[in-house]
């Protein structure tokens, strides 16, 4: 008796799931016919609208803008950093050879940068007017040229400095905002140094390539070897500070110089005045020979 009852409660939970099953079953099929029905309806109705452009907000367009005006930003750093640019530096003039790199220059239609000796401006000063009538850019290279005296300490340097700029003033009317130390800037330049031609809003100039004037026995290089030595030192930079001097002990190198400035602008250089330059040359390791 008791085995019929437990047989018939079984069979009466088994009914209950199964009939619980199927209605689940079925009401999920159901709900599904429904929703499967309002899709086809929706989309139905989307046909018929037109096709409307996504709509762009002002802000959206603004973020364009900024993209497109970065994105050109990027583009002109980069046709900048592709630029091949030559600064040709002459120091150590004026000299009476100061005349015949002058007509050079203006032949090939090259401006450069003089960085001027204050002495030889005293002894020479019809060819420092020349240079600033030429429309080149004037350097001040001290007013001794003289190691000994300029670096003996901070206040030498100082005073050598403002004698070569009053110099040049009373001769031009323009005082130079660039400066060549003589020896380059790892010459016994102190931090002091630096600071007061910082302060004083001067920038001073290095060079990366030379032409050779400045080594020993200069006056024996051919034209062609001074050609070789300055193409080799520049090293196919994009950006070539040269270094040459104004001297009449170095009629070799202004003999070189049509084939200097002529070779450079086969290979795509332009010519500037240290004044055009994005960011000053400085020496950071032992500079070359002066």
């Known amino acids: 008796m008791k085995l019929k009852k437990v047989a018939y409660i079984i069979f009466l939970i088994a009914l209950g799931l199964s009939s619980f099953i199927i209605y689940i079953y079925l009401s999920k099929n159901f709900f599904s016919a ?40 990027v583009q002109s750093r980069k046709q900048g950093k592709n630029e091949k640019v030559i600064y040709l530096t002459i120091d150590d003039g004026p000299s009476p050879a100061t005349p015949l790199i002058l007509d050079i220059l203006e032949k090939e239609k090259v401006k450069a940068t003089f960085f001027v000796v204050g002495s030889n401006c005293i002894k020479y000063p019809q060819y420092l007017k020349e240079i600033y009538q030429k429309g080149h850019l004037i350097g001040n290279h001290s007013y001794s040229h003289n190691y000994k005296n300029i670096y003996k300490d901070f206040n030498h340097f100082v005073e050598d400095f403002k004698k070569a700029q009053d110099t040049i003033y009373k001769i031009t009317g323009i005082k130079p905002k660039y400066y060549r130390f003589p020896g380059g800037s790892l010459n016994r330049v102190s931090t002091q140094i630096k600071k007061f031609l910082d302060t004083n809003e001067i920038v001073y100039i290095d060079w990366n390539a030379i032409t050779g004037d400045s080594n020993k026995n200069h006056e024996k290089l051919s034209p062609s070897q ?34 200097i400035i002529r070779t450079f602008k086969k290979q795509g250089y332009k010519f500037e005045t240290v004044d055009k330059m994005r960011r000053p040359l400085q020496f950071k390791i032992k500079a070359a020979s002066h």
């Not at 989307?46 to 709509?55: A, D, F, I, N, Y």
């Not at 030595?229 to 009629?251: C, F």
């Open 34 to 73: 429904i929703i499967l029905k309002q899709n086809y309806a929706y989309l139905q109705k989307q046909k018929l609208k037109p096709l409307e452009k996504p709509r762009t907000s002002h802000r959206s367009k603004s973020v364009k803008n900024i993209s497109d005006s970065q994105s050109k930003d």
């Open 226 to 259: 001074i050609l070789k030595i300055t193409i080799y030192t520049a090293h196919k930079r994009n950006e070539v500070v040269l270094l040459m001097h104004d001297s009449l002990s170095k009629k070799n190198v202004i003999e070189a110089l049509p084939s």
